[in-house]
C-alpha cells in the first residue's frame, strides 16, 4: 500500500466515521472519569481544612468566612447599573461574565445565612489574620470568629493563653461530660423508658386478653406499680446527676466574637472541634482532617443530617444488605436449581426463564410498591393483629421497616440470582452429571457433590453483583421504611436484640435527603459528596470483591477437581 | 434443601460399590448390599421435593407481584354494591316536607314538615326517637334554602320574613363505663336512650349521636306584604361573627341579597344582627321562578326560570351587582325540573323535562361576549333514563349528586367521572317524593314520601371519581377552561377535587427516557462498535470492565450530581453546551480528516492506543473550544440572552431552526454528493499519491460542510419566514431542573448498559465472518458495516430495549432532576414528572386503600406493564439472535 500505485481508496478506511465511533467512546470514557474524579476529589478535600479570609468589602463591610468554591457568573442587567463606568467596560471585555466566590461565613445563630457570594467587583482587599478560629459547634453550625476569653471554672483567660493547650484540654474534658450526660439521657434513662413502656404493654396486653376485671390484671397492675416505682425512683437518680453535671458543664465556656465584634458566649461542651484555621502546619491540618473523617464513619449525624457521621446509615445499609443476602441466597439457587436441575425443559419453562430474565429489568419502584402493599400493609398487619395487640394502632410490623426492606430488596434481586446461578448450572458439563450418575449417585447427590461447587463461583458473583445493587437501591426503601433520622438503631441491647420492625437510616438515602431535603442544601453538599464517595467505595468494592471470588474459585474448583 | 445432614455424605456407596462387589472373596465379609442406602433415597426425595416446590413457590411470588398489584388496584374500576334496603313508615305523614336530614355515620335523621313538625328517627329501622313541633308561626312557609351540608336553614314566609335555624348532628365518643344505663337496643349494633343513639365502635368505645335543631327569631328583609317565592341561602365565618347572605326572589319577582351580620357580645352575651339589603337589578321578563342559587362565597346568583332560562347576577361588587348574563340551559318547549351546585358550587347541574341532566361550568375565557367576560358553559351531560329528573341531592365529600327520575328510580352518579354509583328502583310513584338526601360519606341515600314512607338504600363504592376515561381520557375539570389531562393529587382546600390522569406521567416518563435515549444510543452503540471492532485488546481489557462496573452505580448518586452539579452548570452554560452539539462532531470529523493527512506506514503504526488518545484529545480540545466560544455564540445566535430568546423576548426563529436543521442538512449534502458527485472522487483511479488524495478529500469535506452551513441557514430562514420556530414546541421556557439535564443524567445511567450487552452481541459474532470478509480485501470499517453489525443488528436492538426498559423506569434521576411538574409538552427546557418519580413521592403519604393510594398501585402497574412488554420484546430479539449467531 505504501507504494501509492494501487488506488488509496479513503473511502473503504471509513476514517470520518472511525473517529465518529471513537469519539463516542471517549466521550463515554471521559464523562466516567470525570464523574469519578468529580466524586472522588470533592469527596476527598471536604474534610481537609481550609484557610479562612477576612474580606474588606468596597461597601465598607467586612466579612469572615472559608471560601468554598468560585465560578463564572452572568450578572443580571440590573447589577450591573449599579457598577462604575471602569468596571462595567471591564465585564464587558470578558463577554459579561463575572467571577465570584462563596464563602461558607458561619454564625447561623447571628446571621441566619450559613454562606454567602462574593463577586470579585465588590471586593476591596481581603486578609488571612492567624488569630481567625473556625468552631464546629454541636448546634447552629459553624462559627468563624476569634476567642476572647475562656472560661475555666473561677479562672478566666484571655488572650494568647485562651488559645493552645489549655484550650485543647479543657475542651476534651468538656467532650468527655457531653458523653457522659448523653449516656444518661439516652442510655440509662432511654433503658428506664424502655422498661416502662415494656411493663405499659404487658399490662394492656393482659387486659386485652384476660380483661380489666380479671385477677391476673389486678395482679399485673399491682406488679407494673410497683415496677413503676422502682423506676422512678432510678429515673430521678440519674436525672439528679445528669443535672449536677450539666451545671458543672455550664461553668466551662468560651467566648468568641464574630468579625464585626458580636460576642457569643459558648458553653464548651457543645463545641466539637475548634482550631484556628491560618495558624496550622501541614500536620496539624492532616490532625484536623483526619479527625473528621473518624468522627464522620462513627457518630450520629447532627444538624438535620447536614453534619456530624452516618453510622446509623453505614449500620442500615450494612445491616439491610445483609439480611437481603440471606433472603435472597437460599430462594434464588433454589429456584435456579429447580428451572435448570428439575423441571422438563419446555416451552413452559422457557417463558418461565423470559419472565424471571425481564423481572430484573421491572423498575425497582414498583417493587417498593409491592413491599409496602403487601409485606408492611397486609403481612405486617396481619402480624400486629396476632402477635403485637397490645401496641395497637400503633403499627409495629405494620408499616415500612427493616424487615420488609430486606424482603422487597430479595424480591428486586432474586431475578438476578436466578439468571445468575442458572448461568452458572448451565455452563457445568453434562458429562460430569452423567459420569457421577453412572457411578450410582443419586440426582441429589450429583447436585451436592458435583453440580453446586462447579456452579459456586457463578452463583457467588450473582449474589454479590445482587448485593451491590441491593445496596445502591434507593427508591424502594423510601416506601419500605427507610428514614431520614431513625431514632434507634435496628440493633441494640434489649431483647430480642435484631429490630427487624425498626426503620432504619441508608446512605442513599441519606444523600437524597441531605441534597434535597434540607434547609440549606448548600451547607449538606459537602457532606452529601463525602457519603456518595462513601457509597460508591462500598458498591464498588463489592462489585471488585465479586470479581476477585469469581477468579478465585474458578482457579480453585479447576485444580481441586479434574 | 440444607435439611439432609445425611450420614450418606460419609460413604458415597454406589461409586466404591463396583470394585468391592468385584473383588469378593474373603475381604468383602459383610455382603455387600446393591441396594442405595435408604438414607440416601430419602435425601435425594426430599431434596427433589423441596427443591421443586420451593422453587415453584419463589417462580410463583416473583409473578405474583403482578396479580397482587392487579388486585389492588380494580377496586378503581368497580362500581358501586347496594349493602342494604331499609323501608318504614314514619308514624306521621310527611306533607309538605321543609327538610330531610341524615347524620355521617347513618344512625339519625329528621324530617320537618311545613307545619313545624320535626320528627327525628333511627335511620336503619325508622323507629321514632323524638318528635315535637317548632314554632313557625302563624304565616305559612312558602320558601326554604339550607347550606349544602343541611346544617344551617332558612324558612322563607308569606309575610316577608325570613326565619334562620340551626341543625346540627353531634356526635360524642363514649367508653363504656360512661354508656348509660337502660338502653333499647335498636338492631344493627345501636341502642338508644328515647334521644340520644349509641353504637359500638371498634377499640371497645361507643359513639353516641344526638339531634337538635333551634329555631331563631323572624327577621323582616323586604316587604311585608310580597311573600318569599325562592331562596338561596350560603353562610360563612364563625358562630361569634357569622355573615349570612339571603338571596330572595319574591311574588313581583323583584330580586334582592340580603346580608345579615351577627354578633355576639362576649362580655353581655347579647347578639346583635344588622340586616343589608341590596335590591338586584331587576330580570328582564317576567319569570315562572324555578328555583335560586348562590355560590358558596355569594359572589354569583342564578335565577332559574321554569322554561330553562337561567339569570345569572355577578355580585363580586356588592356595591354594584350586574345581571351579567341570561343563558338557556333547556331546548325550547322542555321545563326545567331540577337545578342545584355541587359541592363547591361551582358546576351547575340542571334537569329538563325531556329527560336532559347535565353539567355547566362558569368560566372565564376572552371570547365570551358577557358584561364581566364570564359564561355558563356545558361541560358534560349524562344519559339518564329518558324520564326526567327530579329530586337532586349533591354530596358533602365530592362531586356525587342523587337524583330520582320520572318513574321513581334512585340513582347516584358522580359529576365528573359519570360513573353510576347505584341505581335503585324504588317501586314508589315519582309524585309521592317529598325529599332526598345523600348521607354525608356518599354511603347511603335517603327519600321521603309524603305519606310518611321513606326508603333508605346502604351501599358501597369505593372510588367514585375513577374510571378508565379519567385516568386515561381527557376530563373536563371544573375551572379548566378546556378539557385536559390534569393530574394534580392534593391541594389545600376542603371542596377540592383530586385530578388523576395518568396520562401527563406517562408522557413524563416517555418524555425522558426519549430525551436520554437520544443522548445515550449514539454514545453507547458506536462506542461499543468502536470497543469490538477497532480497540486495541489491551484497551479493551480496561474499558469493558470499567462501563460494567459503571452500570451497577446507584442511581441516587446520577440524580444528586445532575441536580446539584450538573444543573447549574448547564444552566450558566447553556449556550455552550448546544454549541457542543455541532462542536462536537465537527471537531471529529477534522481530526479524521487530518488524520488522514498521515502517511500510511505512521498511521499504521500509531492506529492503537495513540490514535484513541488523540480521539480524547479532540473531544477535550472540542469542548474547551465550545466553552470558549460559548458566550460569543449566544451573543450572535441568541441575541447574548439564551433564556430571553427561549421566552420569545428577543430574536427571531431562524437560529435555533438552523441548528436543528444542521444535521438533517449534513446528511442530505452526503446523500447528494454521493448520488451525482461520486465521480468527482473515483475518475483519478491510481494516479494521485495519497497525500493529495487526502488534502482532496478535506478539502471535499470543508466544502461540503460549508454547503451544509448555507443550506441549513437558507432553510431556516425559509421555515422562519413561513412561522415556524421551535419555540412553543421542543424548546420554550427554561426551567433549571430540565429535561436535557435528565437526559444527561439518564443517559449516563442507561450507557453502561446498553454498551455492555451491545458489545457482548457484537462479540458473539463468529470470528470467521470477519476473517472471511478481511480475507475478500475488505478494510475493517467495511467489515464492520457490512458484515458485522447486521450480524449483530438484532442483539444491538435488544440492547437499546433493555436500556429503554431501565430509563422508563429510573426513579431517583427523576425525582432528583426533573422538577416534578406533570404537564405535556416537548419543550426540553422544560421539566417533567415520571411514573416512578410520582410513586416515590406520593405514596408514602397516600392514605391506604384510598383513591390515590390505588391509583399510584396502577401507576406501578402500568410501569410494570411496559418495561414487562418493553423487556420481553428484547429477550425474544436477543434469543433469537443468539440462536442465529450459533448457527453461523
Redesign the interface.
Known sequence: ??G?????N???????????????????????LG?VL??VWNGLITFYPKPLRVVHLKDGTRLAGEPTRA????PPAQRLESLSPEERDRMRER???AHRTLYRIGNYDFYNEDFRWVSDYQVERWEAPREMVFVERVEWGPFVGVVQALTLGDTTLTGEAALGERLHAAQAQAARRRARIRRIERGEIGAINHRMEKSRLTLRGVALKAGEDSAAYRQALARGEAQAAELDAAYARLAAEAAALKSEDARYTITLADINGREKVQALSEIVRIYPANALNLFQRMGVYASRWWEFLSAEPREANTEGGVLPAIFGTFVMTLLMALAVA???V??????R???RQGRLVSA?R??????A??????????G???FA?IVGAGIDRIFYPERL?NPTFGTGGLLWASLTLA?LT??VV?VATEEALAAVPQSLREGSLA???????T???IVLPKALPGIMTGLI?AM??G?????PL??VGVVKLAPELPIDAYFPFLHLERSFMHL??H??DV??QSRN?EAG?PM?FVT?LL??TL??LL?ATA?FIRNRLKRKYYVGHF | MKDTPSPATSQLPPADAPPAAAAGGPAARRPREKRARRTVLLADRIADRVITVGGILVIVAVLGILVFLVTETLPLFRSGQMTGERRYTLPEPAGQTLGLGLDEYKTLAYALSADGRLQVFHARSGRLLTSGRLDLGSAPVTAQAHTIDRTQWAFGFADGTVRFADARFETTILSPQDLPTGLTPLGDGDATDGHAVFSAIPGDQYRQVTFRMELEAPVAVGDAQRAIAAMAYTASGQAERSVRTLATVDGDDRVALIQTASRTNLMTGERRTTVNRIQLPPLPAPIEVFGVRLTAKADTLLVADRSGAVFRYNLTDLQHPVLAESARVMPPRARLTAFDFLLGSRSLLVAGSNGALALYFLLERNDFRTVDGQSLVQARTFTAGGTAVHFFAPSLRDKSFATIDGTGRLEVRHGTSRKQLADFPTGLPLEGFRELVLAPRVDGVMALQADGRVVFYEFDVPHPETTFATLFQKVWYEGYAEPGYTWQSSAATDDYEAKLSLVPLIFGSFKAAFYSMLFAVPIAILGAVYTSEFVHRRLRGVIKPTMEMMASLPSVVLGFVAALVLAPVVETWIAAVLLAFVGLPLALMLGAYLWQLLPLHLANRLKGIPKFALMLLSVLLAAWATRALGPFFEELFFHGDFRAWLNGDVGGAAPFLFLLLLPLCALAVSILQQRFLAGLRQRPAGGLEALPRALGELGLWLLRAALTFLLAAGLAHLLAALGADARGGLVGTYVQRNTLVVGFAMGFAVIPIIYTIAEDALNAVPEHLRAASLGCGATLWQTALYVVLPTAASGVFSAVMIGMGRAVGETMIVVMAAGNTPILDWNIFNGLRALSATIAVELPEAVKDGTLYRVLFLAGLVLFAMTFVINTVAEIVRQRFRRRATQL
Do not use: H
Not at chain 1, 354 to 359: G, R, S
Not at chain 1, 361 to 370: E, H, L, T
Open positions: 500500500m505504501t501509492g500505485r494501487r488506488a488509496v479513503l473511502e473503504a478506511r471509513g476514517e470520518p466515521f472511525l473517529w465518529g465511533m471513537g469519539g463516542a467512546l471517549s466521550l463515554g470514557v471521559l464523562m466516567i464523574f468529580l466524586i465560578e463564572t457568573y452572568k463577554g459579561g461574565l437460599p430462594f434464588g433454589m429456584a435456579a436449581l429447580y428451572l436441575e428439575y423441571a418461565v423470559i419472565c424471571v430474565n425481564n423481572l429489568g421491572v423498575p425497582s419502584i414498583v417493587y417498593g410498591v409491592f409496602l402493599g403487601f400493609y394502632p424480591l432474586v431475578p436466578i457411578c450410582g449417585a443419586s440426582k441429589w447427590q447436585i451436592k457433590y453483583l451491590a445493587r445496596a445502591g437501591e434507593v427508591a423510601m416506601l442513599g438515602f444523600i437524597f441534597g434535597f442544601s453538599k452529601v456518595t457509597l460508591i458498591v464498588v462489585n470479581i
